[in-house]
């Protein structure tokens, strides 16, 4: 699954990306909150088990979008959603769903002028986080092991030296 990301350190608060957004959907269905002097988004995570889509009286929502023609407009994704990312414009919910559709990819990170913003793919990130595991423990098995008595040892030296100052 895909999901947009913000490098916090590299934004500016310039907001292009919530312009961006209303201006395709009249509507910013991401917002940059500033806290202690740096910027974080706030932007559908579609959550495996969203809380949206489980409460939702019409089953206009769905993980990564909403199905606006089904949608009465209730706001109860409003009230259960963790991270405040649903919203309510002209009597519908709103929420991320990448700028499905649009080839040139989500219009947020499109005018991002820093280049804090980013589409993830989580899966391909878990796999790379994985290999990068499995690389340290193949190289930590190369590596010389100590006995249990090196390690008392090494540990004795160290308390004696500790000791002296």
Do not use: W
């Not at 990306?17 to 932007?43: F, Q, T």
């Not at 495996?48 to 089953?59: D, K, R, S």
């Not at 006995?147 to 540990?155: C, K, L, R, V, Y």
């Amino acid at each position: 699954m895909e999901k947009i990301i913000i490098q916090s350190d590299l934004c500016d608060g310039c907001l292009d990306c919530e312009h961006a957004c209303s201006g395709l959907y009249g509507i910013s269905r991401i917002n940059i909150k500033e806290v202690d002097s740096k910027y974080y988004h706030v932007v559908c995570q579609q959550c495996e088990t969203a809380p949206c889509v489980i409460i939702c009286p019409t089953n206009a929502m769905e993980q990564d979008k909403v199905i606006t023609e089904e949608c009465i407009g209730c706001g109860l994704c409003v009230m259960v959603c963790p991270f405040g990312a649903v919203y309510i414009h002209d009597r519908k919910a709103n929420k991320c769903d990448r700028c499905e559709g649009i080839n040139e990819g989500p219009g947020c990170i499109q005018s991002c002028s820093k280049r804090a913003l980013a589409l993830i793919d989580t899966d391909m990130l878990t796999s790379q986080k994985q290999q990068e595991y499995f690389s340290k423990l193949v190289e930590m098995e190369k590596r010389p092991q100590k006995s249990f008595i090196d390690i008392i040892e090494t540990s004795a030296k160290a308390n004696k030296l500790l000791d002296k100052k």
